[in-house]
C-alpha cells in the first residue's frame, strides 16, 4: 500500500544541537516530497519541496533536506537548532503519475522539543 | 501578496446552530482546498475547487457545505454538526490544480479552530 512515515512522534534536541527529522515513502514511483512546519494553533508552512533534480533540497530557515532514493527517504536537517524551530514538522507527497486530482497526503508528524 | 486568510481563527457552536468558515486568497490561484486536522493528527483533505466548480468531495457528511462564490472566495457552511466534528479547518490554495506537474506548491492559511458542543 502506497504510505508515508515519519517513524519518530516526538523528537528532543538541545538548542544548537544539529537535527534529523526521518521521512520514508512507499510508492511504486518516487513521490513529489515536501515538508511542512507547524506552529501551535497556525497553519502549515512549506519549508521545501522535491520534485526532481538535485537530491539535496534548501529549505527556509537553514533547514535542508536530501532524497535518498536506495532507501526510498526524504530526510529533514538542521546544523544547528533555534528554540523557535520547537514545531510540528510534516512530511508529505504527492504521488508521480497519480491522474485526476494531485492529492497530498501527510506523514503522521514529528513534534520538536527544544530545550535550553 | 502571499497570504490566505481565514475567518473567524476561533469558533464555538452547538449542534443545533448553522455557521460558516470563511477563506480569501488574493494571488490569483484557481484552485483552493478545504482540510480537516484533529488535534494530534495531520490535515485531511476534505473538498477541492478548481476553477470554481466543486471537482472533489473526500466522502464529506452532507452537514459540511463548501462553497465557492468567486475565485478568491471559499466558504465552509456548517449544519447540525456533531461534537467529533471540533478540529482545526484549514484552507490553502494553489496557482492551478495540478500543481506539482508545474512544481508549484500549496499555501495554507492559519486555519479556524472550531469547538463543537
Known amino acids: 500500500a502506497q504510505s508515508v512515515t515519519q517513524p519518530d512522534i516526538h523528537i528532543t534536541v538541545s538548542e544548537g544541537a544539529s537535527l534529523e527529522l526521518r521521512c520514508n515513502y512507499s510508492?511504486?514511483?518516487?513521490?513529489?516530497l515536501f515538508w511542512y512546519v507547524q506552529s501551535p494553533g497556525q497553519g502549515l508552512q512549506l519549508l521545501l519541496k522535491y520534485f526532481s533534480g538535485d537530491t539535496l533540497v534548501q529549505g527556509i530557515k537553514g533547514f535542508e533536506a536530501e532524497f535518498k532514493r536506495s532507501q526510498s527517504s526524504f530526510n529533514l536537517r538542521k546544523p544547528s537548532v533555534h528554540w523557535s524551530d520547537a514545531a510540528e514538522y510534516f512530511c508529505?507527497?504527492?504521488?508521480?503519475?497519480?491522474?485526476?486530482?494531485?492529492?497530498?497526503?501527510f506523514g503522521t508528524g514529528t513534534k520538536l522539543q527544544v530545550i535550553p | 501578496d502571499t497570504e490566505v486568510t481565514q475567518t473567524p481563527k476561533h469558533l464555538v457552536m452547538g449542534m443545533t446552530n448553522k455557521k460558516s468558515l470563511k477563506c480569501e486568497q488574493h494571488m490569483g490561484h484557481r484552485a483552493m482546498y478545504w482540510y480537516k486536522q484533529k488535534a494530534k493528527k495531520p490535515p485531511e483533505l476534505m473538498f477541492v475547487y478548481s476553477y470554481e466548480k466543486l471537482s472533489i468531495n473526500e466522502s464529506v457528511p452532507s452537514r459540511f457545505s463548501p462553497e465557492c462564490p468567486n475565485s478568491s472566495l471559499l466558504n465552509l457552511h456548517l449544519h447540525a454538526l456533531q461534537p467529533e466534528d471540533s478540529a482545526l479547518y484549514l484552507c490553502?490554495?494553489?496557482?492551478?490544480?495540478?500543481?506539482?506537474?508545474?512544481?508549484?506548491?500549496?499555501?495554507f492559511g492559519p486555519g479556524t479552530r472550531l469547538l463543537v458542543l
Open positions: 510508492y511504486g514511483a518516487t513521490p513529489y
Open positions: 490553502a490554495s494553489s496557482p492551478r490544480p495540478f500543481f506539482v506537474t508545474f512544481k508549484e506548491t500549496q499555501y
Open positions: 508529505a507527497v504527492v504521488p508521480m503519475n497519480s491522474g485526476g486530482y494531485q492529492k497530498v497526503t
